[in-house]
């Protein structure tokens, strides 16, 4: 969504674009300008664990206190927020409501090609667990784009280094 925002995303993101409705780009908006596009934790989706809707994720940011998207924003920037964000600084509720209805719409568009890709995720699901499971991971990762391996293995090392911190 964010990629559709900015224009990054030229076929799909025109089409969710033009499938915005008018409430829906307000929050759009933020992702459209330049700046830091850092998403506040109260904003991300729920986690996939939790086999929330997306209605249900919808739902969960327009009941959000907007006090919560606030002291998020201006936690990590110490009370200045970027300009990109001053519409959300300035009118949080209403901002959070917007999201929830760009997630919605974004799900219209996107839905349906999700859904249809389903078999081809649940495929690569299959491959990774059989690998892991008959000693294979190091193979099936050889055969992966090394850009790919580079992001896993900079992400996996940037986790595990969090998670040795928090323990000392």
């Not at 934790?41 to 729920?46: A, F, L, S, V, W």
């Not at 919605?104 to 090609?113: A, H, I, N, S």
């Not at 294979?136 to 969090?162: C, E, F, Q, W």
């Amino acid at each position: 969504m964010i990629q559709a925002a900015s224009g990054q995303s030229a076929g799909k993101g025109a089409a969710l674009r033009e499938r915005l409705t008018p409430r829906s780009r307000f929050a759009f908006g933020t992702f459209a300008a330049p700046g830091p596009l850092s998403m506040p934790e109260c904003c991300q989706p729920i986690s996939p664990a939790a086999n929330a809707t997306v209605a249900e994720q919808a739902d969960r940011l327009r009941d959000l206190p907007g006090q919560v998207l606030l002291d998020e924003l201006c936690g990590p920037v110490c009370g200045h927020l970027p300009g990109t964000w001053a519409s959300a600084g300035d009118q949080p509720e209403k901002w959070l409501r917007s999201w929830a209805d760009a997630s919605m719409d974004t799900w219209e568009v996107l839905g349906p090609r999700w859904r249809r890709a389903a078999p081809l995720f649940d495929r690569g699901i299959r491959r990774v667990g059989t690998a892991v499971v008959s000693g294979g991971l190091d193979a099936l990762l050889g055969d992966s784009d090394p850009g790919v391996i580079s992001a896993y293995m900079s992400r996996t090392t940037s986790v595990l280094g969090r998670a040795q911190q928090m323990s000392t």
